[in-house]
């Protein structure tokens, strides 16, 4: 006899007289748009509630562009490349090795939870399946790290002029998940 292996999930009671929601058009919810070419879209718990220990991001970057640098505290990421070509940058904290992979359609890169990693687009347009063990997605974006401390923490750790710094990092005035932000030619 079958018994379920995850009793956990809520609604889902083998036996059941109602069906939960399993279908949801992931273009229906954009986690962050640069512009048309630059978008992330996103399926998660939200969106389908029995879907607790999976996220699934859909991907499209165009040649310059990149997922900033970035962690995810809570699951571990499984980058799948559909089309075109990246290159994946994944800062290893246990020997503070940089590791880069140059990753093709049909390859895979995996992601430790809470390592720094960041994608970049070669092509001139690339889509990938980005896939997380949480039904939530969660990400500490660099461009927050840089915009939210205080330019003197960084002089009074690192000796550096946080005047300077301060001008050098005011540009970035939001989160940027997909950068280059828009510039202001005008200046």
């Not at 002089?155 to 005011?170: I, Q």
Request: proline share 8%; glycine share 6%; hydrophobic share 35%.
């Amino acid at each position: 006899m079958f018994t379920p292996m995850n009793r956990r999930r809520q609604g889902m009671r083998w036996g059941s007289p109602t069906s939960p929601e399993l279908f949801f058009d992931v273009s229906d919810n954009v986690g962050f748009r640069r512009d048309p070419q630059n978008v992330l879209y996103e399926v998660t718990s939200a969106q389908i509630p029995e879907m607790q220990d999976l996220a699934l991001g859909d991907l499209f970057l165009s040649r310059a562009h990149i997922r900033e640098p970035h962690w995810h505290p809570n699951s571990d990421e499984l980058d799948f490349i559909i089309s075109g070509e990246v290159i994946i940058s994944i800062l290893n904290p246990s020997t503070l090795e940089l590791q880069t992979y140059h990753v093709k359609p049909g390859q895979v890169t995996f992601l430790p939870k809470g390592w720094w990693h960041w994608i970049t687009c070669v092509t001139e347009e690339a889509h990938l399946l980005v896939a997380f063990n949480d039904g939530q997605i969660q990400s500490i974006e660099g461009s927050d790290v840089l915009r939210l401390t205080p330019p003197d923490v960084f002089e009074l750790a690192y000796d550096v002029n946080a005047r300077k710094l301060d001008r050098v990092l005011s540009p970035i005035d939001e989160t940027v998940v997909i950068g280059p932000p828009e510039s202001d030619d005008s200046n």
